[in-house]
């Protein structure tokens, strides 16, 4: 895996998410409201609506489009919603974000 750095923690607000464009796909990184930072694809199971402008609540957000709640920690949709989208590995070395991506195949230079 490749750890990317992808800005600081006060970046993000407070129970807010900030999108990251990858070769892999747009990825959601959210900061809850004691500062825990999670990351998933910016993309909910059920009708693809964008996350990262969802309401975080907890270790949790709920969808913009139809209100799905996904769990920030595991991917999963919580209540009797089924589905899930991928967690992304972050790890915050002081103020700064890193997210981990699986390192994509390069020709070389």
């Not at 464009?21 to 747009?26: D, H, I, L, N, S």
């Not at 709920?62 to 920030?72: A, K, M, Q």
């Amino acid at each position: 895996m490749t750890w990317i750095a992808i800005g600081t923690v006060s970046d993000i607000p407070s129970r807010g998410a900030r999108c990251v464009v990858t070769p892999q796909g747009k990825i959601a990184v959210f900061r809850t409201a004691d500062d825990q930072v999670f990351a998933i694809d910016d993309r909910c199971p059920h009708k693809g609506g964008p996350l990262s402008q969802g309401i975080v609540h907890g270790a949790a957000v709920t969808c913009p489009l139809h209100n799905w709640v996904i769990s920030l920690e595991t991917g999963k949709a919580l209540g009797a919603d089924e589905g899930s989208v991928r967690t992304i590995p972050v790890k915050v070395e002081g103020e700064m974000l890193f997210i981990a991506l699986k390192a994509l195949a390069s020709k070389a230079a």
